[in-house]
């Protein structure tokens, strides 16, 4: 499995941010900008990224958290702090250094994609309606109707923007409420001019479903 690393990383216009990356053995198929949960980069999060880089991408995390300790793992409570600090910009800028990192390795925009989880999959829309690149995935990210901080928007809001091919996937479960915020996101972004698909898969052991229908989506919009 790859190992993982984390450094801090300055741009030539100084900005800078702690990264944690993987690299693929063999060949590079893109790149992949992984945008962490609540709590961080945890073991999961770690896990992900090993798994990412051994199917051939370029893997990088950008610490959406500032300070010291970056985006290392935290508890619930503390993880509801940090989330609330979270802005729009703030969330943007430390994607752009991703994207930057992983084009100082030789990767074309069209050639990155941005997948992000929980957190980072309400993070990953907001970026896909902001910036241009390969494609997009959101797997299970909040905010739907209502924002997760006071800086970031509702996911309906900006849905109708994107600007790269998203794909949504959300857990298929018996919460209704939930089912519906979904449907409602579904609507919205089905009224972007770019190709977006939401699917609610199976609540599985490791998400096979899901995991597979990411691959296929970073398959068909990186070239």
Do not use: C
């Not at 699917?199 to 296929?216: C, D, F, I, K, S």
């Amino acid at each position: 499995m790859a190992q993982t690393r984390t450094e801090d990383f300055r741009l030539a216009d100084g900005r800078a941010l702690r990264l944690t990356y993987a690299e693929p053995d063999g060949v590079t198929r893109g790149g992949l900008v992984v945008l962490h949960e609540a709590r961080g980069i945890t073991d999961t999060t770690t896990a992900m990224v090993a798994r990412l880089a051994g199917e051939g991408w370029l893997v990088v995390v950008p610490h959406l958290y500032p300070g010291e300790a970056g985006s290392a793992e935290v508890g619930h409570d503390e993880a509801r702090d940090k989330v609330s600090e979270l802005s729009g910009d703030s969330v943007l800028a430390a994607t752009d250094i991703g994207f930057a990192w992983l084009a100082e390795h030789g990767l074309a925009a069209d050639r990155i994609g941005v997948i992000g989880f929980e957190l980072g999959g309400s993070v990953a829309l907001v970026v896909a309606a902001s910036r241009d690149i390969g494609a997009a995935v959101t797997v299970s990210g909040g905010g739907i109707l209502e924002p997760l901080s006071s800086g970031l928007p509702a996911l309906v809001e900006v849905a109708g923007e994107l600007r790269v091919p998203w794909l949504g996937l959300y857990r298929d479960d018996s919460d209704q409420a939930l089912l519906q915020q979904v449907e409602k996101l579904r609507e919205a972004a089905s009224t972007a001019k770019i190709a977006t698909d939401v699917v609610r898969y199976r609540p599985e052991p490791g998400a096979p479903e899901a995991w597979q229908r990411a691959l296929n989506w970073f398959d068909a919009h990186l070239r």
